[in-house]
Structures are given as structure tokens and as C-alpha cells.
């Protein structure tokens, strides 16, 4: 459903009582008693598990899987698939400028890009009362993909032209993957950029900064959101060069500190994490209902501050963690109301 996401920004910021927005897609295998594999292989399926999660859980807005193999396998990288984990890429698919110079852009709809955007359909027609949100991977984590996650690090300082011309060319494609995700109706996207919070922050300047921005520039519309991951280390040394993005709301990971993050975010920005995504595995209902509070204690007065993991929630999370989480929440804004 086509809606203003510039006011439902603002209004999110200004209601006293926040809906958490977990990065929460895979674990819904558990509840329809299948496989990783099965899930990203039907559009018809990814749908379903949207609108399962959506009705069982409070969410600020619904989120599609956010698979990071799927713009590598479209330009023909290999991907490892296992019953319970996200896909992975393995190996690489550029290791010379030749060979970058030599790689084709896919057109959308390659690999399972079209499953993706099927699925997309389908969601925005079967959730209405909520943002339905695409993810998409960011530039230089594809180009990581593409290159190789170490080697993309070295090449930053020993072959910069063969970085600039794979991210030149992830770009391209990204942009054209997004405005398919406009084409069905989604309200936004929730674009991950991990890798880049790995880099110093002089070569995420060169290397990141300018990509994501032409991709915001692109994209990001009245009725059309962008929201920016990163969860690296490194996070807090780069942050006015992901300000400067233009985003409309950032992610951050649980490597910072979610309350110096969002002391550092614009007051019309919003400011989403950083729950331990891991803890959702292996945590307690105990620790998790500690963990959230501390979070929301730490950072709640701020308006434009959103609870959420601090990245994607494992397939495998356990379901009395994800309802601890989201019951503590509805908790401690019923006792601030």
C-alpha cells in the first residue's frame, strides 16, 4: 500500500510509544516447519512467511528476508545453502582488473532476484497496516562478495581501480534492483552494508560513501524509505560519512555503542538497534528481557531512537527469546505511558 513514509517517519518519531523493528525474517522457517532452502526458493512461500510474522508480531514494519547472496548470485557468484543458515557466497568471481573490467551488470530478475520481487508482490497486497520494507544488500558488501571479503579489504589500498570498477557496476545493478522493489508497491528498503563498517574511515569515504549516496539519491522518495545497516567495528570513526548518505533511518550492530550512536543522529533521523542478534540463539528469556532493557534504558529518551537486533535474527533463534523481546518492549513503554 502506497503511502507517505516522509510522514510516517515523523510520526513514528513523535509517538511516545515505539514499535520495536527486529531484523527478523528467517526464523520463520520454524513456524511453518521448513527449510532456509524452501524459503528463498518460492515467492509464494517468502510471502507467507512475511504475513505470519507480521500478524504474530508487533513490528514497526514488515521486512523481507535479508538474504546477502542473492545480488552476488546474480552476477554469477556460487552460493552454499544449508537446511537451517542463511546462504553464503563461496569463492570469488573477480580477481583481476580484467576480469572486472569483463563482468556483466544482470539484468533484474536473474538468479532469484525475480523470486524476490514476486515475493515482494505478494506481501505488499497481503500487509496493509504496516511498511512492508525489501532487503537489499549495499554496494561494497556485494563488491566484497564479488572480489572476495579479504581480498576486497587489500585491494582497497593495492588495486583501487579494480574496486572502483566492480562497485561501479554493483551500483548500477543495485539501483535498477531497488526501483523493481518500487515497482511493486514496497514502502522502502533496508539496505545492508556491513563490510563497509570494516574500513577505516578514509576508505570508506572513497570507496562506500559516494556509491550509497547515488543509490539514496536514486531511490529514496516521499513514499519510498532508506534505511542504512552497518554493524562494523568501525561504525562510530565514519559516522558523519554515513550521515552524509542521506539516509532517512540508520541501523547500527551491537560492535558500538547504540546510545553513542544515536546521541551522533540527526533528531528527523531514525536511529534503529542494536540488540545482540546472536543472544536470540543462545541467550535466556532472562537475558533477553536484561539485554533489551538496558538497550531501551540507555537510549529511549532520545524520540527517534527504534529497539531493534543488530542485525539479522539467525534462522535458528529461539521463539522464547524473539516473545521475550518483543513483550519487554511492550512492557516498558506501558510503564512509561
Not at 515475493?119 to 544488500?137: C, K, S, Y
Not at 566492480?166 to 556491513?194: D, H, L, W
Request: charged residues 20%.
Amino acid at each position: 500500500m502506497k503511502r507517505n513514509m516522509n510522514l510516517w517517519k515523523d510520526q513514528v518519531i513523535a509517538s511516545q510509544v515505539k514499535q520495536p523493528m527486529p531484523i527478523l525474517s528467517f526464523p520463520a522457517i520454524q513456524l511453518l516447519g521448513i527449510t532456509v532452502k524452501e524459503l528463498i526458493s518460492s515467492s509464494e512461500t517468502q510471502a507467507k512467511a512475511m504475513k505470519l510474522l507480521a500478524e504474530r508480531n508487533p513490528s514497526l514494519a514488515a521486512v523481507s528476508m535479508m538474504d546477502l547472496s542473492v545480488e552476488a548470485e546474480a552476477f554469477g557468484a556460487q552460493i552454499q545453502v544449508n537446511d537451517h543458515e542463511v546462504p553464503v557466497v563461496t569463492g570469488a568471481v573477480v580477481n583481476t582488473q580484467e576480469e572486472a573490467e569483463a563482468l556483466e551488470i544482470p539484468e533484474v530478475g536473474a538468479g532469484r532476484t525475480q523470486i524476490y520481487i514476486d515475493a515482494m508482490t505478494r506481501a505488499v497486497e497481503l500487509i496493509q497496516d504496516r511498511p512492508v520494507l525489501a532487503g537489499v544488500i549495499g554496494p561494497f558488501s556485494l563488491a566484497g562478495r564479488l572480489i572476495g571479503t579479504v581480498e576486497v579489504m587489500k585491494a582497497c589500498k593495492r588495486k583501487p581501480q579494480l574496486v572502483h570498477t566492480v562497485m561501479e557496476k554493483c551500483t548500477r545493478f543495485i539501483i535498477s534492483y531497488i526501483q523493481a522493489y518500487q515497482a511493486t508497491g514496497a514502502n522502502g528498503i533496508v539496505m545492508a552494508e556491513p563490510l563497509t563498517g570494516l574500513l577505516s574511515p578514509r576508505f570508506a569515504v572513497e570507496f562506500s560513501e559516494p556509491y550509497v549516496k547515488r543509490i539514496v539519491d536514486a531511490v529514496q522518495s516521499e513514499d519510498f524509505i532508506v534505511l542504512y545497516h552497518n554493524c562494523g567495528n568501525n561504525t562510530m570513526l565514519m559516522m558523519d560519512s554515513l550521515l552524509r548518505v542521506g539516509a532517512k533511518g540508520y541501523h547500527f550492530g551491537n560492535a558500538i555503542s547504540m546510545e553513542e550512536a544515536v546521541s551522533h543522529c540527526p533528531a528527523d533521523i531514525l536511529c534503529m538497534g542494536n540488540v545482540d542478534p546472536a543472544s536470540f540463539t543462545f541467550g535466556t528469556v532472562d537475558s533477553m528481557v536484561l539485554q533489551t532493557r538496558q538497550v531501551l534504558e540507555a537510549c529511549s529518551q532520545s524520540p527517534n531512537f527504534i529497539i531493534s537486533s543488530g542485525c539479522d535474527i539467525p534462522p535458528i533463534a529461539r521463539w522464547e527469546n524473539i516473545d521475550a523481546f518483543y513483550e519487554t518492549v511492550r512492557g516498558y513503554y506501558a510503564e512509561k505511558a
